[in-house]
């Protein structure tokens, strides 16, 4: 048989062939099942390094990814257009400085240092005698030797025990001094100041606060007066003493 004849007849065959397109399309679903129940071989060491460096890359962005999720997450960042930035962190070179703490009152039971004389100025202090369980009255005694053109007295009675004031009173005339009682620092504080174009005279005075308290006698030790007064002549002066008790 010639050559042209057999490329005719296989010609003539193909276009005659109809294939089965069902069954080819049955056998391509059973080669991928097939192809998913088998695991694929893991590549050899050494094989295809870019693998790794990806590798590798996409885990550093999948821990930089969740570290911003929880630094976002965390609360206490700044809003800003609608997203949390996390707050500032402090520069090494300037720490925050501390905070100042407010001077500490005087306590009840603190007494300065005292002085009970000062040029021509001396006083002394105690508890009245006529003081009883519930009540009592701090006397302050000023003796000056020559005229004062300025005098500031003021008495502290530690606030212990419900120490309330009932009063005060001063022997000088009452029109000559502006007087004030109050709470301050944990003491009940009785103060007299020479009103401005008055004078104290020489001679001994006396000043004195009222005040109840708890059932009992009352310690006083905490307690304390001071005066600060100028003369006429001189320099200033200025005293304070404590308290004794039915002196």
Same mark, same amino acid.
């Given at each position: 048989?010639?050559?042209?004849?057999?490329?005719?007849?296989?010609?003539?065959?193909?276009?005659?062939?109809?294939?089965?397109?069902?069954?080819?399309?049955?056998?391509?679903?059973?080669?991928?099942?097939?192809?998913?129940?088998?695991?694929?071989?893991?590549?050899?060491?050494?094989?295809?390094?870019?693998?790794?460096?990806?590798?590798?890359?996409?885990?550093?962005?999948?821990?930089?990814?969740?570290?911003?999720?929880?630094?976002?997450?965390?609360?206490?960042?700044?809003?800003?257009?609608?997203?949390?930035?996390?707050?500032?962190?402090?520069?090494?070179?300037?720490?925050?400085?501390?905070?100042?703490?407010?001077?500490?009152?005087?306590?009840?039971?603190?007494?300065?240092?005292?002085?009970?004389?000062?040029?021509?100025?001396?006083?002394?202090?105690?508890?009245?005698?006529?003081?009883?369980?519930?009540?009592?009255?701090?006397?302050?005694?000023? *003796? !000056? /030797?020559?005229?004062?053109? $300025? =005098?500031? #007295? %003021?008495?502290?009675? &530690?606030? +212990?025990?419900?120490? *309330? !004031? /009932?009063?005060?009173?001063? $022997? =000088?005339? #009452? %029109?000559?001094?502006? &007087?004030? +009682?109050?709470?301050?620092?944990?003491?009940?504080?009785?103060?007299?100041?020479?009103?401005?174009?008055?004078?104290?005279?020489?001679?001994?005075?006396?000043?004195?606060?009222?005040?109840?308290?708890?059932?009992?006698?009352?310690?006083?030790?905490?307690?304390?007066?001071?005066?600060?007064?100028?003369?006429?002549?001189?320099?200033?002066?200025?005293?304070?003493?404590?308290?004794?008790?039915?002196?």
């Amino acid at each position: 048989m010639r050559d042209h004849e057999v490329r005719e007849r296989l010609r003539k065959a193909a276009e005659a062939h109809r294939p089965d397109r069902e069954r080819m399309l049955a056998r391509v679903e059973r080669g991928m099942a097939d192809g998913r129940r088998t695991a694929a071989p893991r590549a050899p060491r050494g094989a295809l390094p870019w693998l790794r460096v990806t590798g590798a890359a996409a885990a550093v962005c999948s821990v930089l990814a969740a570290g911003a999720f929880v630094a976002t997450s965390a609360g206490g960042g700044e809003t800003r257009g609608g997203r949390t930035a996390a707050p500032p962190v402090p520069s090494a070179s300037a720490p925050s400085a501390a905070p100042t703490a407010p001077a500490a009152p005087t306590a009840p039971g603190h007494v300065p240092e005292l002085r009970a004389e000062d040029g021509p100025l001396r006083v002394d202090g105690v508890i009245d005698p006529h003081s009883n369980p519930y009540w009592a009255q701090s006397n302050v005694t000023l *003796r !000056t /030797t020559q005229p004062l053109s $300025s =005098l500031t #007295v %003021e008495l502290r009675v &530690a606030l +212990t025990g419900g120490v *309330r !004031t /009932t009063g005060s009173w001063r $022997s =000088l005339p #009452v %029109e000559n001094f502006a &007087a004030s +009682t109050r709470e301050e620092d944990g003491f009940l504080v009785y103060r007299w100041t020479l009103k401005p174009g008055r004078t104290v005279p020489a001679g001994t005075h006396m000043f004195a606060g009222q005040y109840n308290h708890a059932e009992g006698e009352r310690d006083a030790s905490g307690d304390y007066f001071t005066a600060v007064a100028a003369r006429t002549t001189g320099r200033g002066v200025s005293v304070s003493d404590g308290f004794a008790v039915g002196g």
